[in-house]
């Protein structure tokens, strides 16, 4: 049984398009979070999520809108796609806590093309 | 000065060598450290934590100095399979208790016969 399972894996889609990835873990975590990984192999975080809320959003382009209907979803919407965002996107849950994260498990990534 | 830097590599070692990577980090209010592999066109998995103690987890060793915000991996032994980039991983604790994890751009490893 997946731990963190993200669709779809790929997406291939021409500019201007209109595209969401779906996320969900079966962990019981309580932070989810959204990283690109770009063609330099640069891991970086995006977005945050605390039990549905929003903590963290880094200097991303307002076309990213993240949506967590519950602690067990992350989705991110991209509106108006550009061809820079052809990259890996990676899901990722962690249990939080005051005293530090535990291990964040990654989904298997979306490979999204932009054309 | 980025966040979390690595070594890049690539490093190309022959089997049984003993390799080590450096990481260093800017923000000394970070609270827990950890070291990813991640094998190519896959996810990013947890290697092994890193305690300020040092630990060690068979042929994998990491080290954590605090006071010059730098974090180690030693693999000794190193195997075929030990290929891979690793990522050294800092977490940052903000305020409200919330994390934030944030990785380094990874250092490659590649093991020969």
């Known amino acids: 049984d997946t731990a963190v399972s993200q669709t779809p894996k790929y997406l291939v889609t021409q500019m201007g398009n209109d595209k969401s990835i779906k996320c969900e873990q079966n962990?019981?975590?309580?932070?989810m979070y959204w990283y690109k990984q770009d063609s330099k192999k640069f891991l970086k975080i995006m977005f945050s999520?605390?039990?549905?809320?929003?903590?963290i959003n880094e200097t991303v382009p307002n076309r990213f809108s993240p949506k967590s209907p519950d602690k067990a979803h992350l989705n991110l919407h991209i509106n108006s796609l550009e061809l820079g965002d052809s990259a890996v996107y990676f899901c990722a849950s962690s249990q939080g806590g005051s005293w530090g994260t535990t291990e964040a498990f990654f989904g298997q990534g979306t490979r999204l093309t932009v054309v | 000065r980025k966040e979390v830097e690595q070594d890049p590599g690539p490093f190309n070692v022959p089997e049984g060598a003993t390799v080590a990577f450096n990481c260093t980090y800017s923000?000394?209010?970070?609270?827990?450290f950890f070291w990813y592999r991640q094998d190519c066109r896959k996810e990013p998995k947890l290697l092994m934590s890193?305690?300020?103690s040092g630990n060690e987890d068979g042929r994998f060793t990491a080290q954590l100095n605090r006071a010059s915000q730098y974090i180690s991996l030693l693999i000794r032994d190193s195997k075929l399979s030990d290929s891979a980039t690793y990522l050294c991983v800092v977490n940052e604790l903000r305020a409200g208790g919330y994390n934030k994890l944030i990785f380094g751009a990874g250092t490659r490893l590649a093991v020969h016969p």
């Open positions: 999520y605390n039990n549905k809320e929003l903590i």
């Open positions: 890193v305690y300020s």
């Open positions: 962990l019981g975590h309580d932070t």
């Open positions: 923000n000394s209010a970070s609270q827990s």
